[in-house]
């Protein structure tokens, strides 16, 4: 099956830690992207890259990290910098152009204890 | 940036219904995106409205996109329990998709 997936499903995170999240799809998609989604909210744009090395910052990097060594992963690493983690964390990918028509994973649910 | 609003906030009709929902953006754009949420769960793509595009018809859902007004709606057809999500709208700008905040949609069987 084709497709994108994140990992884990639910993830918890202790005061001063970085926690990573996982996404890999299969879909061969030069672009990939990581979003939050709060509740009630949209998504926001956390960082995205449109080829394999390369990544860029979305509208709220800050307190994230990524790395794209492989077209099929783009890990996020979400640092302790970051105040609030707490939310739905989505990741996403496109063909070639970036920004088109997003297939995105399940989702990884970040809580802080 | 954000540009997409939709616009009702919370949609609940009976089964069978029409539903209709507005999404408003500021800026010119290249395509208008829909997409659906069910709770949490990823979001799946509806459907892409290119700007020189009126409208588009993809089974039960109808897209309508006017660039004078900077609005689309999407109506989804003799609903159906199933259809009960958040819908989204997302703009493609200055290369760069913006989703909007969401339209909770409940069907009642």
């Known amino acids: 099956d084709g497709g994108i997936t994140q990992s884990p499903k639910y993830l918890f995170r202790k005061e001063g830690q970085n926690v990573t999240l996982s996404c890999e799809q299969n879909l061969n998609h030069d672009a990939m992207y990581w979003y939050r989604q709060d509740p009630g909210q949209g998504l926001r744009l956390i960082y995205y890259?449109?080829?394999?090395?390369?990544?860029q910052k979305g509208d709220i990097a800050e307190g994230y990290s990524v790395s794209r060594e492989k077209k099929e992963s783009f890990p996020l690493t979400v640092t302790s910098a970051q105040k609030n983690p707490t939310a739905f964390y989505l990741c996403?990918?496109?063909?070639?152009?970036?920004?088109?028509?997003?297939?995105f994973g399940p989702g990884t649910r970040l809580l802080v204890l | 940036s954000q540009q997409g609003e939709e616009d009702p906030q919370a949609l609940s009709i009976q089964e069978g219904e029409n539903a209709t929902m507005n999404c408003s953006y500021k800026t010119s754009i290249n395509n208008l995106q829909w997409y659906r949420q069910n709770s949490g769960r990823g979001l799946v793509h509806l459907i892409l409205?290119?700007?020189?595009?009126r409208e588009k018809h993809s089974g039960r859902l109808r897209v309508t996109l006017d660039t004078s007004k900077k609005s689309s709606s999407l109506l989804i057809t003799a609903s159906r329990a199933a259809d009960t999500a958040s819908y989204f709208c997302?703009?493609?700008?200055?290369?760069?998709?913006?989703f909007g905040k969401g339209n909770q949609v409940v069907v009642i069987p």
């Open positions: 996403a990918s496109s063909e070639a152009g970036g920004h088109e028509t997003q297939y």
């Open positions: 997302a703009t493609k700008g200055n290369n760069r998709l913006a």
């Open positions: 409205i290119r700007s020189n595009e």
């Open positions: 890259s449109q080829i394999v090395n390369d990544f």
